[in-house]
């Protein structure tokens, strides 16, 4: 005789396994891509005049054509300073004294820096605040955290109304779709971009690598440019990678974007919030690698 309840504990396993095998097959979230506002990728070999405000992202792009060059950089962001002991200070070339992380705002957005000062110049590093305009030397190298080094050079003055805005030709504009109104001061796009809401892109878990088409990745986080590593197992026409977290119907996934060379300066466009075609390359251990496919 069986027990109550048996026949409903026999159930209970293959309900589940019906359910896991309904979810795995509901097929990717659709999203509208926000790429479709968007011009050609912005041409490598055109670059800022030496007093343009700098992003930082651009170095890591670009790094032979402004390492050793005096720049501007617009602080949005200051972190607390750090002096040096004699070890920290002799990884840099030549040494430095005191250091700080900041975030420096262009035309095509913001980027990390670590700002260094030598003997001579360890005193003005407390008068350094968000709003105001540095002129800087970009050394050659990576300095904390892998960041582009910026040796402080002087205090910049500049004409009222000349605000860093961001450029909407070719470039993704303000999440809020408004240009920021130069009377408003310098603003922090990047942190802006952190409240922007992230729509539910396609499924990362599921999707196969290589893929013949391109998926949407709804950008929910992202991280900053570099060239591809040598030995990274990259295509012959990638040049430069971007880690980005895209969120899908079950969580977000970590996933490698990768560039050629044309398009590198495309990499500037993603922020939270941004939609944008991918074509899945590869699964990889930390996640998936995917060409970007946007214009």
Same mark, same amino acid.
């Given at each position: 005789?069986? $027990?109550?309840?048996?026949?409903?504990?026999?159930?209970?396993?293959?309900?589940?396994?019906?359910?896991?095998?309904?979810?795995?097959?509901?097929?990717?979230?659709?999203?509208?891509?926000?790429? @479709?506002?968007?011009?050609?990728?912005?041409?490598?070999?055109?670059?800022?005049?030496?007093?343009?405000? /700098?992003?930082?992202?651009?170095?890591?792009?670009?790094?032979?054509?402004?390492?050793? =060059?005096?720049?501007?950089?617009?602080?949005?962001?200051?972190?607390?300073?750090? %002096?040096? #002991?004699?070890?920290?200070?002799?990884?840099?070339?030549?040494?430095?004294?005191?250091?700080?992380?900041?975030?420096? =705002?262009?035309?095509? #957005?913001? &980027?990390?820096?670590?700002?260094?000062?030598?003997?001579?110049?360890?005193?003005?590093?407390?008068?350094?605040?968000?709003?105001?305009?540095?002129?800087? $030397?970009?050394?050659? &190298?990576?300095?904390? $955290? &892998?960041?582009?080094?910026?040796?402080?050079?002087?205090?910049?003055?500049?004409? $009222?109304?000349? !605000?860093?805005?961001?450029?909407?030709?070719?470039? !993704?504009?303000?999440?809020?779709?408004?240009?920021?109104?130069?009377?408003?001061?310098?603003?922090?796009?990047?942190?802006?971009? /952190? /409240?922007? %809401? +992230?729509?539910?892109?396609?499924?990362?878990?599921?999707?196969?690598?290589?893929?013949?088409?391109?998926? @949407?990745?709804?950008?929910?986080?992202?991280?900053?440019?570099?060239?591809?590593?040598?030995?990274?197992?990259?295509? *012959?026409?990638?040049?430069?990678?971007?880690?980005?977290?895209?969120?899908? *119907?079950?969580?977000?996934?970590?996933?490698?974007?990768?560039? @050629?060379?044309?398009?590198?300066?495309?990499?500037?466009?993603?922020?939270?919030?941004?939609?944008?075609?991918?074509?899945? +390359?590869?699964?990889?251990?930390? &996640?998936?690698?995917?060409?970007y496919a946007g214009p």
């Open positions: 005789m069986r $027990r109550p309840g048996s026949c409903f504990a026999r159930l209970v396993p293959l309900m589940l396994a019906l359910g896991c095998t309904e979810s795995a097959a509901t097929p990717p979230a659709a999203a509208e891509t926000t790429t @479709a506002r968007w011009g050609s990728a912005p041409n490598a070999d055109e670059r800022e005049g030496p007093n343009a405000p /700098l992003d930082p992202r651009r170095v890591r792009l670009d790094p032979a054509a402004y390492e050793d =060059t005096e720049r501007i950089c617009a602080i949005v962001f200051k972190g607390p300073d750090e %002096e040096l #002991g004699a070890i920290a200070a002799r990884a840099y070339d030549p040494p430095r004294v005191r250091r700080s992380s900041i975030r420096c =705002t262009g035309a095509s #957005g913001t &980027g990390w820096a670590d700002l260094v000062f030598d003997e001579a110049s360890r005193d003005l590093a407390d008068l350094v605040a968000e709003g105001q305009r540095l002129r800087v $030397r970009v050394e050659r &190298g990576r300095g904390h $955290r &892998g960041r582009p080094i910026l040796s402080f050079v002087a205090f910049q003055t500049e004409p $009222r109304g000349e !605000a860093p805005r961001f450029d909407p030709r070719g470039l !993704a504009p303000p999440l809020d779709d408004a240009t920021p109104d130069p009377a408003a001061g310098v603003r922090d796009e990047g942190a802006d971009a /952190l /409240l922007a %809401e +992230v729509p539910v892109g396609a499924n990362w878990t599921t999707l196969e690598a290589p893929s013949e088409l391109p998926h @949407a990745c709804a950008v929910e986080g992202v991280g900053e440019p570099d060239p591809v590593p040598t030995e990274g197992g990259y295509a *012959p026409e990638v040049t430069h990678h971007l880690p980005v977290f895209c969120r899908g *119907p079950a969580g977000p996934v970590r996933v490698d974007v990768t560039f @050629a060379a044309d398009q590198r300066l495309a990499a500037l466009r993603l922020r939270r919030g941004e939609v944008v075609p991918l074509t899945p +390359v590869v699964r990889t251990e930390s &996640g998936v690698r995917a060409q």
